[in-house]
Nanobody, 125 residues
Framework: QVEFVESGGGSVQAGGSMNLSCLAT????????MAWLRQGPGKERERLAT????????FYADSVKGRFTISRDSAKKTLYLQMNDMNPEDTAMYYC??????????????????WGQGTQVTVSP
């Protein structure tokens, strides 16, 4: 299976910005979509952003829309999440994920097939 390695996490001040990267450790699979998800303490896993590889179409959760931007470098097989105007509610473990199937890409969370190990993001007030 293809796996990913997230990087760029850490601690930032409220109002600041961060950029997360997700590097594929294998190129053996083709993905229909890639996504960023997060899980904060005591919270459900939340799918933040999705990008479809065929056309670059993106979708965002309301909680991050207008602040976060998902992008992908197809040549580098790297997924990015630019996070701006961050607030303490953004504190969470952030994961990248991918799938080659339509249904999990359209509706899935934990059902997504391929995952990174996660990177912690902490936003100080």
């Amino acid at each position: 299976q293809v796996e990913f390695v997230e990087s760029g996490g850490g601690s930032v001040q409220a109002g600041g910005s961060m950029n997360l990267s997700c590097l594929a450790t294998s190129t053996s699979g083709r993905y229909h979509c890639m996504a960023w998800l997060r899980q904060g303490p005591g919270k459900e896993r939340e799918r933040l952003a999705t990008i479809y590889t065929v056309d670059g179409k993106t979708f965002y959760a309301d909680s991050v829309k207008g602040r976060f931007t998902i992008s992908r470098d197809s040549a580098k097989k790297t997924l990015y999440l630019q996070m701006n105007d961050m607030n303490p509610e953004d504190t969470a473990m952030y994961y990248c994920a991918a799938d080659s199937r339509y249904y999990p890409c359209a509706t899935g969370g934990s059902e997504l097939a391929f995952w990174g190990q996660g990177t912690q993001v902490t936003v100080s007030p």
